[in-house]
């Protein structure tokens, strides 16, 4: 049997697998209470590890949390809790907790073909905030040891999974076989659904399959979809790294947001300052 994790051992497998969690925080208690400050636990969508004192509680506390990340509400929030008949606890006391949600990974990409190319591109991106969905007929070509960010799909359909897998995702082709990467660009194109797709190839690759996307009846706009050549034009180089090292430009060139930074994040020093107020006028009146 698996020995359950401590918080901080969930908070190191989740950043390294970019799985979106939720850190809860006991900040300040009074009275009787299951766990004293400083006491923390990791709520994940499916999971829990660690544990701020069990109970109706701690049963809120993840509803709020899988709420949290659900909603993609990568936000802070201080909430007080006493621990009398409206949670079904007895303790008597209160309870302050600290909830933050963290992202994980900011992308998610279906990686097509097992090649050299693909190799080390996997090992660029293992490096950043991606979760990798890597997919090939070819057991034998997967390393024996990918990174945690990294899950292995061995099919022998990767055209049939092709929809489902890569549907609100981001998708490259960079197969071995020119056949199998137009039946996948058409199977794409044809579901919907793509973040964006890109496909490994000449531009001479490129006008054949425009001309044979086109002959099968796909829009100009479904076929300009495509990105091919693929890779950030400024980068050159054909060895397997300097290709991967342009598509990594590439994506996060396509996938990074231009937004404007706020000046005040975080959480405000009113709601900080009302929640102190709050527990000390509990307290006084318990």
Not at 49 to 77: M, P, V, W
Not at 149 to 175: E, F, Y
Not at 216 to 239: E, M, T, W
Not at 252 to 261: S, W
């Amino acid at each position: 049997m698996e020995r359950r994790k401590l918080w901080y051992q969930a908070v190191a497998d989740c950043e390294a697998r970019g799985e979106p969690y939720a850190l809860v925080s006991v900040l300040g208690v009074a009275g009787s209470v299951p766990r004293e400050p400083a006491s923390k636990m990791v709520v994940t969508g499916e999971h829990s590890y660690d544990t701020i004192g069990g109970g109706h509680l701690e049963y809120q506390i993840c509803q709020q949390a899988r709420d949290r990340l659900a909603r993609q509400d990568y936000t802070s929030d201080l909430a007080h809790f006493p621990l009398g008949a409206s949670l079904g606890q007895c303790c008597g006391g209160s309870v302050s907790v600290l909830l933050e949600a963290h992202p994980g990974s900011e992308q998610e990409l279906i990686l097509f073909g097992a090649g050299h190319v693909a190799k080390a591109l996997v090992t660029i991106l293992a490096q950043l905030p991606w979760r990798i969905t890597w997919v090939d007929e070819r057991l034998e070509l997967f390393p024996s040891d990918v990174p945690a960010n990294v899950h292995i799909h061995h099919t022998d359909d990767p055209v049939g999974d092709a929809p489902n897998l890569c549907s609100c995702k981001h998708a490259l082709i960079l197969t071995h076989n020119h056949q199998l990467d137009f039946d996948l660009c058409r199977a794409l194109l044809t579901a919907g659904g793509c973040s964006s797709l890109g496909l490994i190839g000449s531009e001479t690759k490129a006008d054949r399959f425009r001309k044979r996307l086109d002959h099968r009846g796909f829009s100009a706009d479904a076929i300009d979809s495509i990105r091919c050549p693929v890779g950030h034009p400024d980068v050159p180089g054909k060895r397997p790294m300097e290709v991967a090292v342009s598509i990594s430009a590439e994506l996060l060139a396509l996938t990074t947001p231009h937004r404007t930074t706020s000046a005040r994040r975080g959480l405000p020093w009113r709601q900080l300052r009302g929640l102190i107020q709050n527990t000390d006028t509990k307290e006084t009146t318990e």
